[in-house]
């Protein structure tokens, strides 16, 4: 399992920047506050917005498998590319888990030797970005034979995804490759009932796996948004839904000082509030694990980021995630972090064992100011370096904890997804803010479709123009 190390944050470690160990007493508020959460997010499970707790469980698990694996396995051998179309939640968690689970060589290595085909995820519009994506899969597959696009998107209305399918959908035309039925290059992900990209698919025969109903974006990789791409890679998504299973008990204790959800969203809500701590930073020790931060930078933002409480009022609520890499970033962003703004909490990610990847220092050099690295492990080199940091930052009083993975596999991987999904959840709670909608996000879409002609947006447009109308302001270098 797991654990958490949390007594950087407490006064006792960084003085008048952490919490008084008191308030972590029993029957202190704090603790009976986070044990009446706990109680409230048992009544909500499974409903509305919370279908996603229930993602690892009978009977979703055994539906979604059912319907991935045996898709999975039909395409298996294939196919040497596979591109993903999506953005936010329909890709973040894409890439995360591949990065976490697969070799950081993955697209460089010869068939024989990947644990299934290349893979990309197009998450932006970018022109150069995707076409150099496409240029590479046309150079390695002239005729698109053997490259699969798998389309994300509930509705099939997203801007940036709904470009991509018709660039793609033309591409395979020209080609003479079918999009759907059998021999099809596509597969999509999207709303099962409903929806302009599911009239796609019922018109174009493509295979189909469901975006859940209840289950946002930013909450759906332990679903078929992210499991589908995970398996065509050889990702072990069994493992993945058997650590987030593990990790239900744990965050399911009305005790918050054995809940580790429970004790993370009280640390970051409380050093937030009350010690003016509102960016958070994500600092995993392994390369693996970084992109995992990046699922976690929306997760956090967009859930927590709101102008009103569920009450009405005016609270502007929420804290700023931030992503950096150990070592990587000692050399780059620590600096700030001690002697910058002390309005931080730090959430350093600490791998123990990577048994079949650990390199030891060779000996024979003959250099005496660095002999003291010969015979020593790669990994106890890293970790040394994250222990130097954790205490430079406790030096400077700056709260933070560490989250250690025994090693990194789906099984770990699985359980942190679904901690911090009920980090979320209990944040939520305790900011009295709805952590599942995004209203801020709907205005830039808006306005997106006014400005790219859609019917029905014209004074999307109109608004856009007015409030951005050319001025004398400007610099021309």
């Known amino acids: ?66 319907a ?22 329909s890709a973040l968690g894409n890439i995360a888990l591949q990065s976490a689970l697969n070799p950081p ?59 991509q399918f018709m660039v793609i959908r033309d591409l395979l ?7 759907g039925g059998e021999g099809g290059h596509v597969v999509a992900v999207t709303d099962p009932a409903k929806g302009t990209m599911r009239q796609i698919c019922n018109a174009e025969g493509y295979p189909t796996l469901p975006v859940p109903d209840g289950v946002g974006g ?44 429970a004790m993370i969203a009280f640390l970051l809500v409380e050093l937030a509030q009350r010690k003016g701590k509102v960016n958070h930073v994500m600092m995993p020790y392994s390369n693996h694990l ?29 804290f700023t995630p931030i992503k950096a890499l150990g070592t990587t970033d000692q050399h780059s962003q620590v600096q700030l972090y001690r002697e910058g703004p002390n309005d931080k909490v730090f959430c350093l990610l600490e791998v123990e064992s990577m ?44 709260p933070n904890f560490t989250i250690r993975f025994p090693k990194i596999d789906a099984f770990h991987v699985g359980q942190f997804i679904f901690l911090w999904e009920m980090v979320t959840a209990y944040a939520g709670l305790m900011l009295n803010i709805d952590a599942y909608d995004q209203p801020a996000v709907e205005l830039g879409k808006q306005a997106t479709f006014g400005l790219m002609g859609r019917a029905g947006y014209e004074k999307h447009l109109r608004a856009v123009e007015a409030a ?9 270098s």
């Open 290 to 318: 970084y992109l995992l931060a990046d699922w976690f930078r929306q997760l956090w933002a967009e859930s927590l980021g709101k102008r009103q409480s569920l009450s009405g009022e005016e609270v502007f609520a929420g």
């Open 1 to 66: 399992m797991l654990s958490i190390d949390y007594a950087n944050c407490l006064a006792e470690r960084v003085g008048v920047h952490g919490i008084d160990p008191d308030a972590l007493a029993p029957g202190s508020e704090a603790v009976e506050g986070l044990a009446a959460l706990t109680r409230k997010l048992r009544t909500t499970r499974g409903k509305g917005w919370e279908r996603w707790r229930d993602l690892h469980i009978d009977p979703m698990r055994s539906e979604h498998l059912g």
């Open 218 to 261: 930013r909450f759906s990789v332990l679903s078929p948004v992210g499991l589908f791409s995970a398996a065509m890679c050889g990702i072990d998504i069994d493992g993945l839904l058997d650590g987030a299973a593990s990790m239900d008990e744990p965050t399911s204790r009305e005790d918050m000082t054995t809940n580790p959800a």
């Open 68 to 89: 991935i694996k045996p898709l999975v396995e039909r395409l298996r051998g294939r196919f040497d590319n596979m591109v993903v179309l999506g953005i936010g939640g």
């Open 468 to 476: 951005l109308a050319p001025t004398a302001r400007v610099i021309k």
């Open 173 to 179: 035309r020209k080609h003479g490759r079918k999009g």
């Open 355 to 398: 048994p079949d990847a650990d390199v030891t220092i060779p000996r024979g050099l003959g250099v005496e100011a660095i002999a003291y690295l010969e015979g020593k492990s790669m990994l106890g080199l890293l970790n040394a370096e994250k222990r130097a940091t954790e205490y430079a930052l406790l030096e400077s009083q700056r």
């Open 105 to 163: 060589t993955h697209n460089l290595l010869p068939a024989d030797k990947r644990s299934g085909p290349r893979m990309f995820v197009v998450d932006n519009v970018d022109p150069m970005h995707f076409g150099a994506v496409l240029d590479y899969v046309q150079a390695v597959d002239p005729k698109l034979e053997r490259t699969l696009f798998n389309v994300i998107s509930k509705s099939g209305e997203t801007a940036e995804t709904a470009a």
